[in-house]
């Protein structure tokens, strides 16, 4: 099973500012890797698909980046509907496997 | 508008089962592959199980093997999850969700807990 590990487990960041989230991949995803957006009470939303390919909808200040076992998940200039718990998943290999979560809290 | 609505949900004891239901709207049911995902109090998603888009082909997570049985019926565009022999570790949300580049959409998820 592929382990997905997500740094910082928390990170705090002022609104306009620019957030920047990691994913790492215990062997290769090659680029079958999402990101989703959680928000409490709510189920998980697909953001980024294809290390790097925006959603249905996602706005343009969402980006991804990376291949292999590097992944990084970008806020441009955070809003107040950004503040929620972002999850990575690797879909290249049985079971589709996620991080625990990185937490970006209003600073 | 695409949606997923989990039902049957509730507290159960350890030992006892539990059916979930996840009806489907707004999408060619017959045509997706489908996934139960699970996700317990303060954790990351998990992924549970999945079914191919007829139901000729199923897989599990290991936790779960032997114990939970995906199926579908297309007529009535519904998922469904039975789940047997239940452990308190099995407290969670479960939801399920298409299977796309990705899982889009996911269903608003039904509580299932685990206590005697």
């Known amino acids: 099973e592929i382990v997905m590990t997500q740094s910082p487990a928390t990170l705090s960041v002022s609104p306009g500012e620019r957030a920047t989230l990691s994913c790492r991949a215990s062997q290769s995803v090659s680029s079958y890797l999402a990101w989703y957006q959680q928000k409490p009470g709510q189920a998980p939303r697909l953001l980024i698909y294809g290390a790097s390919t925006r959603a249905t909808g996602i706005p343009a200040r969402f980006s991804g980046s990376g291949s292999g076992t590097e992944f990084t998940l970008t806020i441009s200039s955070l809003q107040s509907e950004d503040f929620a718990v972002y999850y990575c998943?690797?879909?290249?290999?049985?079971?589709?496997?996620f991080g625990q979560g990185t937490k970006v809290e209003i600073k | 508008e695409v949606q997923l609505v989990e039902s049957g949900g509730d507290l159960v004891q350890p030992g006892g089962s539990l059916r979930l239901s996840c009806a489907a709207s707004g999408f060619t049911f017959s045509s997706y592959w489908m996934h139960w995902v699970r996700q317990a109090p303060g954790k990351g998603p998990v992924w549970v199980s999945r079914?191919?888009?007829?139901?000729?082909?199923?897989s599990y997570a290991d936790s779960v093997k032997g114990r939970f049985t995906i199926s579908r019926d297309n007529a009535k565009n519904t998922l469904y999850l039975q789940m047997n022999s239940l452990r308190a570790e099995d407290t969670a949300v479960y939801y399920c969700a298409r299977d796309m580049i990705g899982f889009d959409p996911w269903g608003q998820g039904t509580l299932v807990t685990v206590s005697s």
């Open positions: 998943q690797q879909y290249n290999n049985w079971p589709k496997t």
């Open positions: 079914i191919n888009n007829d139901g000729s082909s199923t």
